[in-house]
């Protein structure tokens, strides 16, 4: 009897597992959507500029110009663009692989696992509220600066200051009102916002032009010289501080990714419009940034407003007033972006019974989640009703960064993956004893067999690519001994995953013994020269597996390195945020897990795949299988065969064993013992 009950809890726990790693199969037609497709790429390109240039540009520049970096500002955002440009590649790539709603999350979800796929949904839920109530925040600020601090000093006359700790000095209920308003304004569909963002858009790339020009006009070379600090009055570490803050100025280009279900041509779209919105918004910040500190001494910028005030003082009050309303246009688009993109990564974890059925909705006039945008609106309202700017600008960088980095590895991942694991679609085809139920079935039946037609007619090179991908190169078959007994792309899959932990330790270990590697400490080098070792060797062993890039229109380029690069850089960035704010990230994950094992795991679609085991059995077959075998995908090819873990699959395990009943185990057990 004790062996029955372990037999039971064993079957119990493997489920569980099961279910936590099976990842989600990529549709047959990736374009099919209840969304409207009706953006092309200027509209994309447009929604990621206007989500990044906005409180960035008009309030970030001037603290990190006064209070870290100086004029080595425009390093830090070279340094800043720089990160986000590795991060921006892996979602354009993603974006036209898996053009679908849900960003990072869809991207995990493909290639991590659900678990993970999950968390950096609920992250991205988080990060999304927070951008759209700091932003508002701004907005509300900044109208306040313009009006002589008048809101303010209203609100506190009225309803008394808030003394709690992390909460903002009074209720900003202007913000309140911005959020509730431009929530209600993107109800109208995803056309008139497109519009709408691109006129404002329009007018603050305009603003940023005149900024620069004027800006130069009235340069004195001056304000950096040594008489004022030199360009680096902070060094090095005030470049790389600056860097942190001004990564916050970039968040917001995944909302192009996000939009790629609603793209006309997304797998030209979406890697176009990344790279143009990014390269323009990080040679504009730059440009701004060099013009701010060239017109007036760092030790004259107003923090608060420093662009008006900067032409302020150089008694340019006409440029002033077009400057605040550039402001007021940026940070409009900003939040526009965080609004667009938040109901629709709700939507795409509701599509997958991820999160409460009632989020996937679509409202049939408008084709928008209006339930979500609601839901969402009042959300970032309350957060901007009472919360501090600093300490929602602090909190979102996490999640943002997190994301960041499971992408870049998904990247790696997929890159290694055999094509008939990624592309696995999801329709369950006519078994004996089921027949079709409509003609539509068997124009489904045609699609289906001129697909796999297309497929064998591919030119031979793309065959080859295909049988090779995840396998070792032809140069280093003398590691076929070590690793060739593997399924393809198991060890690249465990690589990432102790590179990741590498990558993590290094990064400690720079910040917590920075001072005794600086110094020569022989340990400290011994630790640090190891650790490096280590996640060299597993991008290494990455590099020497063969690649499938098949059907890839736009494609990073040195995969691993450049992924490897930019995960190392954001958890290099991660480490460097505050341990309170690492309190409240974990505190939000908490609660995510506590939604997820209660309801997602439950109601997964996945689970509701039927495998190609049971397919290939007949119907009275399939219902045959013992309770508490594995139903999962076929991995590699083989019938039957259930979804294995990473661990699994890195270590050849077989699963044969799954398949027994537990009566049948149990009875082994027993013989066992005696």
Known sequence: MPSSRRAILRHILSGICTKMNRTKSVPTDVMETPLNRCLNTFDIALLGIGHMVGAG???????????????????SFILAGFISMLAALCYAEFGTRVPKAGSAYVYTYISMGEFWAFVIGWNILLEHMLGAASVARAWSGYVDSMLGGWIGN????????????????????????????????????????????SLLTLVNIAVMVLVISVGFWYADSKNWSEAEGGFLPYGIGGVIAGAATCFYAFVGFDSIATSGEEAKNPSVSIPVATVISLF??????????????????????????????????????????????????????????????????????????????????????????????????????????????????????????????????????????????????IRVPAVAGRPDDDDDDDEDDEDVASQSSMDTSSPTSEMIEE???????????????????????????????????????ICVELKVSWTQLYTGTWWALIIYGFIIFAASTCVALIAVHNQNTRGLIFKVPLVPFVPALGIFCNILLMVHLDAVTWVRFFVWV????????????????????????????????????????????????????????????????????????????????????S
């Open 57 to 75: 540009i008009y309030v970030l520049t001037g603290t990190v110009a006064k209070e870290m970096a100086g004029p080595g500002i425009i390093l």
């Open 154 to 197: 209203t609100t506190l006359e009225l309803t008394g200051g808030i003394h709690e700790p992390g909460l903002a000095q009074y209720p900003d209920i202007l913000a309140f009102l911005v959020c509730i308003v431009y929530a209600a304004a993107l109800a109208g569909g995803v056309k008139a916002t497109a519009v709408f963002n």
């Open 280 to 425: 323009v918004v990080t040679v504009g910040y730059i440009l701004v940034s060099a013009a701010l500190t060239l017109m007036i001494p760092i030790s004259e910028i107003n923090p608060a407003a420093s662009l008006p005030e900067a032409f302020g003082q150089l008694n340019l009050s006409w440029a002033k007033y077009l400057i605040s309303i550039g402001a007021l246009c940026g940070m409009t688009t900003t939040l526009l972006g965080s609004l667009f993109a938040l109901p629709r990564c709700m939507y795409a974890m509701a599509s997958d019974g991820l999160l409460f059925s009632c989020f996937g909705r679509i409202n049939p006039t408008t084709q928008v989640p209006l339930l979500n945008l609601a839901v969402s609106g009042l959300l970032s309202a309350l957060l901007a009703l009472v919360f501090d700017l600093a300490k929602l600008v602090e909190f979102m960088s996490i999640g943002t960064l997190l994301a960041y980095t499971i992408v870049s590895a998904s990247v790696i991942v997929l890159r290694y993956r055999p094509l008939e694991r990624i592309h696995t679609t």
């Open 467 to 505: 049988v090779l991908a995840g396998r070792l190169k032809a140069q280093f078959r003398c590691l076929e001994p070590l690793l060739g007994r593997f399924e393809p792309g198991s060890v690249v899959s465990v690589a990432v995953m102790l590179f990741i932990f590498l990558s993590f330790a």
């Open 590 to 673: 908490c609660i995510g897990m506590v939604v997820y094992f209660l309801y997602g795991i439950r109601n997964s679609k996945e689970g509701e795949v039927c495998s190609s085991y049971s397919i290939l059995m007949t119907t009275s077959e399939a219902g045959k299988v013992p309770w508490g075998s594995f139903k999962g995908s076929s991995s590699g090819g083989k019938k039957g065969g259930g979804k294995h873990t990473i661990f699994e699959r890195f270590t050849g395990r077989s699963k044969a064993e799954d398949k027994k009943s537990i009566v049948e185990e149990s009875e082994n057990e027993t013989s066992g013992y």
